[in-house]
């Protein structure tokens, strides 16, 4: 127990006795003063007296969603951090928690150790009110690509549920048959760029010959897919198998010296990049065959994928039918 501890009030809310049960003694034990409800009413009345440093609720209360109640607190109380906890542990979950602007997701059931973690984070800096609501725009589709409810799945949709409001470039690794282009396609459906177009180039499927070709086109009117998805997101499979002529121009296109111009607007072409790979750039990077200066210009938001032997409790809901 410390003293900046006990200056510290945790609210809790889930109708779930043993759950508030065992949080309140975890944070009581630490030293944190702690009040616990089974409701939403409650929790919202304590947040608007002025109660609690830290939120932590489910998503699903008898009497409201908590995805109903946060834009209430963030309005009542911007700076007052939320940790959302769901047994519902889905990608449209977590980008949902991310959309009202809560400080973290922790999918049900947690491990202690790591719920305590999350919320020593939240306690130590203040929410950033304008970062969270630029997190994410969720897509509401109950038909979302990704499927699995493991830990190594969660921390994916965590990640996702972060980078689908910015517009940064990432590089998404794994086995093949992990869902790398998945993962893309939900980055592009979730993101500011969802009215553009998504375009894919598999660079292992491309002739070494024809890539650059296939990507920035030639002058007799073949404009390539950087500027198709002009506007929208290219995703680069296979990243790498590009030559590494190819690869310059890429690095070219990332740092905005490239001079391919898109005729119908008469600008260069802006679209996200997304790449992904199965295979080890590092090591290729030691061997000459990719570009170093390429990789940390992509690399700007990595996100790996766990293979399945990772995540066998995943199994049973890859092969349920889909509706």
């Known amino acids: 127990m410390t003293a900046s501890n006990a200056n510290k009030k945790i609210l809790i809310a889930d109708d779930d006795s043993s759950i508030r049960l065992v949080l309140s003694q975890a944070f009581t034990r630490l030293g944190y003063q702690v009040r616990a409800t089974g409701n939403a009413t409650t929790l919202l009345k304590w947040v608007s007296e002025g109660e609690g440093d830290l939120v932590i609720t489910d998503v699903m209360m008898p009497d409201e969603n908590v995805f109903d109640v946060l834009p209430r607190i963030r309005k009542e109380r911007p700076k007052l951090p939320v ?7 889905t990608l449209l979950t977590a980008v949902s928690a991310a959309e009202v602007g809560a400080f973290d997701y922790v999918a049900k059931p947690f491990d202690l150790d790591d719920m305590t973690s999350v919320a020593r984070r939240a306690l ?7 970062a969270s609501k630029a997190q994410a725009r969720a897509v509401r589709d109950e038909r979302l690509p990704l499927i699995g409810r493991s830990g190594p799945m969660q921390d994916v949709y965590r990640t996702i549920a972060r980078l689908v409001g910015a517009d940064l470039t990432v590089l998404i690794t794994g086995e093949s048959g992990t869902g790398k282009e998945l993962v893309a396609r939900a980055l592009h459906d979730m993101g500011r760029r969802k009215d553009g177009k998504f ?3 598999n660079l292992a499927a491309v002739p070494r010959e024809r890539v650059e070709v296939e ?9 390539g ?3 198709e998805a002009d506007g929208g997101t290219l995703f680069l499979d296979e990243i790498g198998d590009m ?4 690869q310059t121009r890429l690095l070219r296109v990332i740092d905005g010296t490239e001079a391919a111009i898109n005729p ?4 260069r072409p802006n679209a996200r990049i997304i790449a992904a790979t199965n295979r080890d750039l590092r090591g290729l990077i030691q061997q000459g065959l990719f570009r170093e200066d390429l990789f940390f210009r992509l690399n700007v938001a990595p996100l790996r994928l766990p293979p399945l032997r990772d995540r066998t409790e995943d199994i049973p809901d890859l092969r349920a039918p889909s509706c």
């Not at 940790?83 to 542990?89: E, L």
């Not at 130590?124 to 304008?130: C, F, G, N, V």
């Not at 990507?215 to 404009?223: C, I, P, S, V, Y």
């Open 199 to 201: 375009v894919v180039i």
């Open 243 to 246: 030559p590494l002529d190819a």
């Open 225 to 227: 897919k950087l500027v």
């Open 264 to 267: 119908k607007t008469g600008r």
């Open 83 to 89: 940790i959302v906890m769901s047994a519902q542990n």
């Open 124 to 130: 130590s800096r203040p929410a950033d009110s304008e």
């Open 215 to 223: 990507l920035f086109g030639r002058e007799d009117g073949d404009f």
